[in-house]
Nanobody, 116 residues
Framework: QVQLLESGGGLVEAGGSLRLSCAASGSIFSINHMGWYRQAPGKQRESVALITSGGSTNYADSVKGRFTISRDNAKNTAYLQMNSLKSEDTAVYYC??????????WGQGTQVTVPS
């Protein structure tokens, strides 16, 4: 079992920045990939960013050049640095991990609000 705890969400003006954190605990030795999804009201869940155990990254087109995903394996924590935020980035952001056995674990979500 892996537990994920997100933090860092909040209200920020358009053009501002936030950094989300995702701290993992439990069976951390099994963690492989880590990433972030988001879901806005009335919209489907959207993959935002992914980082593999080797450090390779992948981003949704909508956030490329503005968001950066990183991980600190010593702290068992993943980060999502979000710059140049737009109103359309408003959503609940969920951290997830995929273990080496293929299991998925999700955090409880953190709200990011960028007023239009």
């Amino acid at each position: 079992q892996v537990q994920l705890l997100e933090s860092g969400g909040g209200l920020v003006e358009a053009g501002g920045s936030l950094r989300l954190s995702c701290a993992a605990s439990g069976s951390i030795f099994s963690i492989n990939h880590m990433g972030w999804y988001r879901q806005a009201p009335g919209k489907q869940r959207e993959s935002v960013a992914l980082i593999t155990s080797g450090g390779s990254t992948n981003y949704a087109d909508s956030v490329k050049g503005r968001f950066t995903i990183s991980r600190d394996n010593a702290k068992n924590t993943a980060y999502l640095q979000m710059n140049s935020l737009k109103s359309e980035d408003t959503a609940v952001y969920y951290c997830y991990t995929i273990t080496r056995l293929g299991s998925e674990y999700w955090g409880q979500g953190t709200q990011v609000t960028v007023p239009s």
